[in-house]
């Protein structure tokens, strides 16, 4: 039994230990906003926080997220409010699909936790995330949008 | 061929209009509240089959196509309320599901979402179920306020008789108007008068794509439900030999069974996923790999180095006697081009749910055909139609992957018949994916041209060799053994894809080669080889010919105005002419593909190895423009795609099976590598409507090739880029 704290909810999960985080999210919590792509950290679909930081959790045993605050897309909006990424996501009509958009907006929430206001150097170099529709153009405009709403 | 789908569309059309005639299926909603979700209207009645006006005034609008990012869904809805008149603000939507479109005689018309057809094959019948809707509602108000229907107008879902100033809202008739007869004559508007049709509306489904609320068939959860993982074959045509069904790993449990699935592949079903993967994974399979495993790629590329030199191919293209005209020119030029095998990688894994009783098989899925997979669905269940339904999902990319081939749904329905009452999901690791997909087809191709003395180009012979998608996917659509979609973009005429240059003798003719590995639809299919074999070529002979590259095109393409129009947008928007920054060079395409017109011009600079491209920019004409911001999205995304594969992609064979397994060896185009694309719509609006998530794919690789060819000198031919030491900055 591993207990997890995912969006500050608390959950007793029976899984072997060295399950990856991802599919304990995914199928015994049933929080599916967070997406399976590649399985080796690639791709970043799968993209969470944890502790406040993006991690990528198909390639994380659930046993070391234990005990740690995890934050899905499902989480990310606050008192009803969507987070500064979401909005921009939203007023730059950034996803196409949309299956590789909850990483990309959870990766990009943490850049911008960590760094409010990144140059275009510095997100080349965090963003990583693979969008097979081909987003990105919209996925920057919509980070600096979000920078600018801080 | 183990995974062909025995699907033949027309035969199909057939079988469920038959079925149809002595049905009553009602709306029956899905039975989880995820799926109803989907189903949105709930219980408020609807106008017609596209409307439906509840009482607080939201406005459903009922999608027959797949939605999987290229916007179709909201482009849809634009071209219905267009004519309905209704407050777009409260525009929502649902698909209906395939087996409703049987039972009420496929009113919704065609599933079908490939080949850049959503909105150019459905935009009359869907604007006219628009412009009915309004008809009814105003005719339902005419009796509401006892006045002549004339006397009435309707904008913004509000019917106002002006003689009294009296008004009444759809959603107060809706229900009255449901019950009248449909309008036999239907005026759809003036295209000058188009005020929905033509705006760069929001998307509909952005803000489910941004809390994770939105449901792709991967996130399906039934009651009960058990997960399957499921490994084929590695060499296509291969078959398994043995594995042990009481197989177990000691540290994990929740196993349920191994089951066989067809006769090429094993699956393991348990009460987690991840369990049945890791099961499945350790589990030893012997597999019967047959004469297919001795295939490489090597051996595929001498084969079709042979056909480029057959005596004859299969003809799609013959204007005045090119074979002649080019024994007698006064200068010849040929050049040999290859392009590889790529796959899909819609980033969704292929999967789906399926649930089989002896009376009922249901299936909830991502698919590009909702209406193909149902067929699939009663073939492979053994049950008829009237007793299977498909519940489409949301799909994580589709790019061509999901419309031909459902082979996932097949595997799903089998493994399912074999725990009868228990929905099983499947899902393919990312391995399994990678190794069994329709890899958008491997050829090669000779082009041959000859000038006269004063260097005006007289002939041209495009010899293309290779697989042939529709003998393998479709054969019933092949032309006395020809495949006529080989030649797209070099067609002689025509509104769908026709060559663009005015050339005395012209031969394009195919030789067919088809290797074991499965060809499919992958974005823009045929045109993506075709662009690049013909557009390099082009600025190879602007070369020979001493001319720049731009005027060459101009001076052959008099009669060709749609294709001179885009390429001199493209042209004027890039600064043809004018000095290029310090170190970029510059380059062109122009080509035609999906009833649309479609040029691009880059901007590159080569450093090393290292090719940086700073600015693209796409110019299409799709005839008519139902949303430019969703076009230019399109635009952007399609050059990231065709971009990918001309530098990062490439799929290679060992083996007789696709040597890359995950994205380790199949990298993409990140975020970094963006170019800045500036994307130009220039509709002709002249009757004929084009597709737009396609075609510009096709323009990008030539541009971005002829651009480095013009930095370095050096023109490449074989792709993917990265075998020549390029690498993308």
Known sequence: ???????????????????????????????????????????????????????????????????????????????????????????????????????????????????????????????TNICRCGTYQQVRAGIHAAVAAA | MNYMPKIDRRSFLVSTTAAAGGLALGFS??????????????????????????????VVIRIARSEMGQGTLTGLAQLVAEELECDWAKVTYEFPTPGQNVARKRVWNDFFTAGSQGIRASNKFVREGGAAARMMLVSAAAAELSVPASELTAANGVITHAASGRKVTYGKVAAAAGKLDPPKDIKLK???????????????????????EAKYGIDVRLPGMLYAAIKACPVNGGTVK??????????????????????????????????????????????????????????????????????????????????????????KVEAVYAYPYQHHVTLEPQNATARYTDDRCEVWTSTQNGEAALALVSETSGLPIAKCEVYKQFLGGGFGRRSTSHDYVKQAVLIAKQMPGVPIKLLWSREEDMT????????????????????????????????????????ARMQEGRDPATFSGLYPGGAEAAFGYDIPNVLVDHSMRNPHIHPGFWRGVNINHNAIYLECFMDELAKEAGMDPLEFRRKIMAKHPKHLHVLNVAAEKIGWGTPAPAGVSRGIAQHMGFGSYIAAAAEVSVTGNKVKVHRLVGVTDPGYAVNPAQIERQVAGSFVYGLTGLFLGGNTVKDGRIEQENFDT???????????????????????????????ICVAPPAVLNAIAAATGTRHRTFPLRDAGLTLA
């Open chain 2, 29 to 58: 909603l899905p039975i989880d509240a995820a799926e109803a979700a989907d189903a949105g209207a709930e219980s408020a009645p609807e106008v017609n089959a596209w409307v439906v006006v509840k009482p607080d005034e939201t």
């Open chain 2, 242 to 331: 043995s594995f042990d069904t009481g197989f177990k790993v000691a540290s994990v449990g929740g196993v349920k069974k191994i089951v066989a699935v067809e006769n090429n592949a094993v699956a393991v079903i348990a009460d987690s996923w991840w369990r049945a993967k890791t099961t499945l994974d350790a589990l030893p399979i012997e597999w019967n790999l047959g004469d297919n495993a001795k295939v490489s790629s090597a051996s595929i590329a001498a084969w079709l180095k042979e056909g480029l030199d057959a005596d004859t191919g299969l003809v799609g293209n013959k204007t005045g006697d090119a074979k002649a005209a080019l024994a007698s020119a006064a200068k």
């Open chain 2, 190 to 212: 003036d295209p000058k008068d188009w005020k929905v049709i033509g705006q760069p509306k929001k998307r509909l489904d952005t803000p489910i794509k941004v809390n994770g």
């Open chain 1, 1 to 127: 039994m591993v207990k997890l704290t995912i969006n500050g909810t608390s959950h007793d999960v029976d899984v072997e230990p060295d399950t990856p985080l991802l599919w304990v999210i995914r199928d015994s919590i049933g929080l599916t906003g967070t997406k399976y792509g590649c399985g080796i950290a690639q791709c970043g679909a799968c993209t969470v926080h944890i502790d406040g930081k993006a991690v990528r959790s198909c390639s994380l045993a659930v046993s070391d997220a234990a005990g740690k605050q995890i934050t899905t897309i499902e989480g990310l909006a606050a008192n009803g409010k969507l987070h500064k990424v979401q909005q921009a996501w939203v007023d730059n009509d950034v996803p196409q699909c949309g299956y590789c958009q909850s990483g990309m907006i959870m990766a990009v929430a943490a850049l911008l936790k960590d760094k409010p206001k990144p140059t275009d150097a510095e997100i080349d170099q965090a963003i």
């Open chain 2, 666 to 696: 199949y990298d993409m185009m990140r975020l970094a590598q963006m170019p800045k694309v500036e994307a130009y719509v220039v509709p002709s609006h002249d009757g004929v409507w084009g597709g737009v998530g396609e075609p510009t």
């Open chain 2, 436 to 475: 069994h997909g329709w890899y958008h087809p491997v050829t090669q191709a000779k082009l041959t041209a000859g000038f006269d003395a004063d260097k005006n180009l007289t002939a041209m012979h495009i010899r293309i060799s290779g697989q042939s998608i529709l003998a393998t996917v479709a054969p």
